[in-house]
């Protein structure tokens, strides 16, 4: 599919989810959701155990180029992820990082850091294009609904899910 507009990429990250096919799912996403998503697998995929990440954990990172240590450090400061920020120019390589942490918590802990019912029963309306941004509501049913952010980078629409408030 291409992602030439803010639905086509909704749709795209939408038929992606439903297959569970996480490599595709994360290549919709913006690149500052993913970070967060990256902070949060890790954490997923370490537990309690902030100190002694398995093997497997550090094998996937060391892989992908994922800073875990700085995660690790980033994890001890509840949560903030500065260390990622060094992954920014690595996209792909993330990306499949990304999806392999996502495998790896789901296989050993029974859960992900992003939920499988994303894009699954909403509907996405109202988007407004303006530039290279857009915004729209994706819909649950009655009443309930949350606002969701696009942005072009390169030609490609990439689905904004942590995006700031409506004005």
Not at 24 to 40: K, M, T, W, Y
Not at 61 to 66: A, E, L, N, S
Request: aromatic share 6%; charged share 35%; glycine share 10%.
């Amino acid at each position: 599919m291409s992602r030439q507009t803010p639905e086509a990429a909704y749709e795209e990250a939408r038929e992606a989810m439903r297959r569970q096919d996480w490599p595709a799912v994360f290549a919709c996403l913006d690149v500052g959701d993913l970070r967060r998503i990256a902070s949060n697998a890790v954490a997923l995929s370490l537990g309690s155990r902030i100190d002694d990440a398995e093997d497997e954990v550090r094998d996937i990172c060391r892989q992908h180029g994922f800073p875990l240590d700085d995660l690790l450090r980033a994890r001890r400061r509840i949560m903030e992820a500065p260390g990622l920020e060094a992954t920014r120019n690595h996209g792909e390589t993330m990306k499949r990082g990304l999806a392999a942490l996502e495998r790896y918590t789901r296989r050993v802990g029974g859960g992900g850091s992003v939920s499988t019912r994303l894009f699954q029963d909403e509907r996405l309306e109202d988007v407004r294009v303006e530039g290279p941004r857009a915004r729209g509501r994706r819909v649950f049913g009655e009443g309930s609904a949350d606002d969701v952010e696009f942005v072009l980078r390169k030609g490609q629409w990439y689905v904004k899910l942590i995006g700031r408030p409506a004005r």
